[in-house]
């Protein structure tokens, strides 16, 4: 395939794509970096930003080309030869996608940023561990991680109405005038329940009726393809990796006992970790230990949740709200600091008063509308997180708030 056919399938991918509505990423990246990652979960939108990019800036010009490395033909060549033929008929930025399907890919991102004069962006799964690949990107790369839709992020994209965003301490601080601005002028309630079911991911906008059901295929497409391409794991294992996330599924929120696990699905014991560790790398769930086995590289989970809850809902017809709820605060919590880049993540652990403590400061207790101080009521920097309420007052906060962070 000649470059000029390779310009001619951008031209008409580029004429798909819409600059109407863009994800929060896209103004967050520093787009004039030599080397970019982009990673992150099937089906967030990180393809249609790099095109959204390309067709907005780059005006048309054979300097910037995107290709798909999940392709035959990228499969049979040489990145590294195909990225110096670009260079050499005046190719300036490669855009390039799915790298996690390319044998040695990082190798040839890195041989691609020291000899040759050109900047590269590459998008690839949430698996994806740079920091364990073989070449030494962590140096040339600077790596973005694409998050699935906040609540407010919802609000923008659905037409509903654009908000800015707010620091977790802005939030503590002035939660009563933050709501009552945002309530004067939506619903945040009636808007919040169609989020936890339907708001997750981008392609809400093409199609309400299959929504849960494509969720369903990137869940196994994950699972099928690219956790045994990239962790290799054999293909027998996939079935009882299925096993275990169902039994996840329709038991969270799940508080682990890993023998229990291990005789369930026929796993042993050393993998039911790995596989954890897994699943949460393909932001399929989400894993809370104690502060005190946070620094363990083996810990065991004080509890397990859905990644997000449009995840349980297209799992399971059995929603438990209470673990809606946590798991709705978990996410935006942890989606919000995931980009900041830390030696030890203290974000957010199990707490044995109240549910969570976050940043190591705040502690948080989930519930309905009606749920008391009494678990925390002397625990200092303390807040109820309460669901089905517009407003809060004092240290009562909306749980809907929570989805504005980011």
């Known amino acids: 395939m000649s470059l000029q056919q390779m310009f001619e399938n951008q031209e008409k991918l580029l004429q798909r794509v819409s600059l109407e509505k863009k994800r929060y990423l896209y103004h967050g990246i520093n787009w004039k970096l030599k080397s970019i990652g982009i990673l992150g979960q099937r089906g967030l939108g990180k393809t249609t930003m790099m095109l959204q990019y390309i067709k907005e ?24 030869e195909f ?17 996690h399907k390319y044998d040695d890919w990082s190798t040839h991102i890195k041989n691609i940023y020291d000899s040759l004069d050109i900047k590269v962006v590459f998008s690839g799964s949430s698996i994806l561990q740079i920091s364990k690949q073989n070449a030494d990107l962590s140096r040339r790369t600077i790596i973005y991680h694409l998050e699935n ?17 707010y620091t977790l301490d802005y939030i503590l601080d002035n939660h009563t005038k933050i709501a009552s601005e945002i309530s004067s002028q939506i619903k945040p309630l009636m808007y919040f329940k169609e989020y936890l079911k339907y708001g997750s991911y ?6 309400k009726d299959s929504y849960h059901q494509k969720i369903v295929q990137i869940i196994n497409t994950i699972l099928e393809t690219d956790l045994p391409y990239i962790n290799k794991i ?27 696990l291990s005789n369930a699905t026929n796993i042993s014991r050393p993998k039911v970790y790995e596989y954890l560790q897994h699943l949460e790398s393909a932001k399929i769930i989400n894993s809370i230990v104690s502060k005190a086995k946070g620094y363990k590289i083996m810990a065991k989970p004080e509890k397990l949740f ?73 625990i200092p920097n303390s807040y109820i997180v309460s669901d089905d309420i517009e407003i809060g007052f004092g240290n009562k906060i909306p749980l809907w708030l929570f989805g504005f962070l980011y």
């Open 57 to 80: 800036n780059l005006n048309y010009q054979k300097k910037s080309l995107y290709v798909s490395l999940d392709t035959p033909y990228m499969q049979s060549i040489l990145l590294i």
């Open 149 to 165: 839709l906040s609540f407010r992020e919802y609000l923008e994209l659905t037409d509903i109405k654009k908000f800015k965003t």
């Open 306 to 378: 859905m990644q997000n809850t449009n995840i349980s809902y297209a799992l399971t017809s059995k929603i438990d709200m209470g673990s809606a709820r946590e798991s709705f605060f978990v996410n935006q919590i942890k989606n919000s600091n995931y980009s900041q880049s830390k030696l030890y993540d203290d974000t957010i652990f199990s707490s044995k008063i109240g549910d969570f403590l976050v940043k190591d400061k705040y502690t948080f207790e989930i519930g309905g509308k009606n749920k008391s101080f009494k678990q925390i009521k002397d």
């Open 83 to 99: 990225a110096r033929e670009f260079e050499q008929n005046g190719g300036e930025i490669l855009f390039i996608d799915e790298v």
């Open 202 to 207: 981008p392609f809400i906008l093409e199609d």
């Open 234 to 260: 054999n293909i027998a294992q996939i079935v009882k990796l299925k096993k275990l996330l169902y039994m996840l599924a329709i038991n969270v929120p799940f508080i682990p006992n890993i023998t229990d």
